[in-house]
């Protein structure tokens, strides 16, 4: 059983993986034809909530099945770690060590690959520190006293604190002679580290030969997921990482992120002027923007998953408990996650419902949208709120539904006891009901039905509990 039929694959994303690995093996085999050299970084971009971690499992999931070499990273769970270099070796490195084969051969070649790969790792540990020094000159203390104090310690012995104390007139005169060693010694790290990244290349580059020699085809897939959960000095280091440690022909890089969050986070390290798109544009070679689920596709599977029945809810309106649900999801932009949420909260309240009578979907719904979105539904204006987006109110088969609340609002405070005669002293009688908007309609069925199922009892209408009954369900957390 695939992956995607084992896990109910509602978002139709199968056929998105098939695209995916079809484009990047024929790009990869069509670029090294052209001669070009270097690594591919594929960059899978969706929203918060859309399913991004649920497609990477997949998609690696279909690259295994495929025969290709592949490892996933999830970077926000190794963000603890101060180089992003080691998360991504850790796992080439497993990758290796697990490799079998019948072919004694291969399998030899696979292990003295990573044996070769295993030592100019640590070698690159130069290349990821500091670099040379920024300027190579004489230091006034007082306009530069942190710089002096850190050259220093490269080149003087004894106390520096002593030798700085006075930081706004000592000078510290470092002779042309100490200059130039100190110049010399950083250009010989740098170019040691040098060499070490071209062996780290080179070796990194026999071992995927070596596994294309045995059981895997080309190209090797490395997938990192929640990249843009990370800490934003984390995430810039791993791009620049992949960018210019692994620049190794057959390696494919596939990155998930919410590509608007990642740009945000670049720009809370360099500046809210920071052109942080074209910064991220420099280190993907294409960017595929994830299909955005159907809705109503998801609520479906959402409600049915509860456990919920269609039966349980009464709408009002001609649009039933589903179409009702998917509407106000669309209306309010929902991602999928807060769908999910969304009809969580329905379920647990419906778990909890020992009325008479059913909900009603077309005042419980929005209000529930409302909440997870921040709204606590505490007072008139954010009940009335909750039935807006933006400066439009919601309407499910042509009803406005903020007009339903208002029209409720002045049964709020009436016992169902006294609800009949309130009705027929505001409304008519029961004929002329008939003649009203549909908001009006909608507003009076729902309070007559009530009457109905509940009969003339001394308690107020249930729309007025439904606020509170929506804050306890919400207290619940997964």
């Not at 007009?403 to 005669?421: M, N, P, Q, Y």
């Amino acid at each position: 059983m695939s992956y995607w039929t084992e896990n109910e694959d509602k978002l139709k994303r199968a056929e998105e993986s098939d695209y995916i690995i079809g484009f990047l093996t024929q790009q990869v085999s069509n670029r090294i034809s052209r001669g070009r050299i270097g690594s591919y970084v594929l960059n899978i971009d969706a929203t918060w909530g859309e399913g991004k971690t649920f497609f990477m499992q997949g998609l690696f999931a279909d690259l295994k099945d495929r025969g290709h070499p592949a490892i996933i990273i999830d970077a926000w769970r190794d963000d603890f770690s101060d180089d992003p270099l080691t998360a991504v070796v850790a796992e080439f490195d497993n990758f290796l060590k697990s490799f079998k084969s019948s072919d004694r051969s291969v399998k030899a070649r696979v292990k003295t690959a990573g044996k070769d790969f295993r030592r100019n790792v640590g070698k690159l540990s130069l290349l990821t520190a500091k670099g040379i020094a920024k300027r190579a000159t004489t230091y006034v203390v007082g306009e530069a006293a942190d710089e002096v104090v850190e050259v220093a310690k490269e080149l003087v012995a004894g106390d520096i604190n002593a030798i700085v104390k006075d930081a706004s007139t000592t000078v510290v005169d470092f002779t042309n002679t100490k200059i130039d060693k100190y110049a010399e010694r950083k250009l010989a790290q740098f170019n040691e580290a040098k060499c070490s990244l071209d062996n780290f290349q080179n070796s990194l580059g026999k071992a995927v030969k070596a596994l294309a020699g045995g059981n895997y085809k080309n190209p090797f897939f490395i997938l990192v997921d929640e990249l843009d959960r990370c800490r934003p000095t984390y995430a810039i280091e791993m791009l620049e990482r992949i960018k210019h440690l692994f620049e190794v022909e057959n390696v494919v890089f596939i990155l998930a992120t919410d590509t608007t969050q990642l740009s945000n986070s670049i720009k809370a390290v360099y500046g809210s002027e920071f052109d942080s798109r074209h910064y991220l544009s420099r280190f993907f070679d294409r960017t595929y923007m994830l299909a955005s689920p159907h809705r109503h596709e998801m609520v479906a599977y959402y409600f049915n998953n509860a456990g919920l029945d269609v039966h349980d809810f009464a709408t009002g309106i001609e649009a039933g408990p589903l179409k009702l649900i998917a509407d106000v999801c669309d209306q309010n932009r929902l991602e999928i996650r807060q769908i999910g949420k969304a009809i969580d909260l329905l379920a647990t309240i419906k778990l909890v419902w020992v009325e008479n009578s059913q909900i009603e979907l077309a005042l419980l719904f929005p209000m529930i949208v409302a909440f997870i979105r921040g709204n606590d539904l505490i007072g008139v204006q954010q009940k009335r709120r909750a039935f807006k987006v933006d400066d439009d109110v919601i309407r499910v088969s042509g009803c406005d539904l903020q007009r339903v609340l208002s029209e409720l609002r002045d049964f709020e405070h009436t016992t169902l006891h006294g609800l009949k005669a309130h009705l027929d002293r505001k409304y008519g009688s029961e004929d002329l009901w008939r003649a009203r908007d549909a908001e009006t309609i909608l507003a009076i069925k729902i309070l007559s039905d009530e009457i109905d199922a509940r009969g003339r009892i001394n308690s107020f209408p249930l729309f007025t509990t439904y606020a509170d009954r929506i804050r306890m369900a919400g207290r619940f957390t997964h």
